[in-house]
């Protein structure tokens, strides 16, 4: 399953997604990567390179809003479908009503990573 032995590691990672989801740079990411549409209405650009343009910005938005929901993988199993689909449902969430879910999540993994530390 690819999954992290280690309950430290799986602490630290879920104590990492929770003050990430916090930060600035996550709610920042969070709004551009929520609407897709507005997004482009805001960046369009014109041609082929245009078009590629604004799909790298556009991606590195969604990367810098999932990343460390991402890494949460190594920690539950990068390989476990029911992980992965639990992560997805959660991106989900968090992309239709937005920063309330990402804050109160990061007090939950926060939550999470210090039981894995403790125990």
Known sequence: MMASSSKTFAGLLFAAAGLY??????????????????????HWRQGRLGALRMGLIH?????GCCWVLM???????????VWIAAI???VLAEKVWGEAVARASGVAMLGVGAYLLVV
């Open 21 to 42: 989801q916090w930060s600035a740079l996550k709610h920042a990411c969070l709004r551009h990567c929520r609407s897709p549409l507005h997004f482009i209405v805001q």
């Open 59 to 63: 991606g590195l938005y969604c990367i």
């Open 88 to 90: 997805a449902l959660f």
């Open 71 to 81: 890494g949460l993988l190594f920690a539950g199993g990068v390989m476990n479908l």
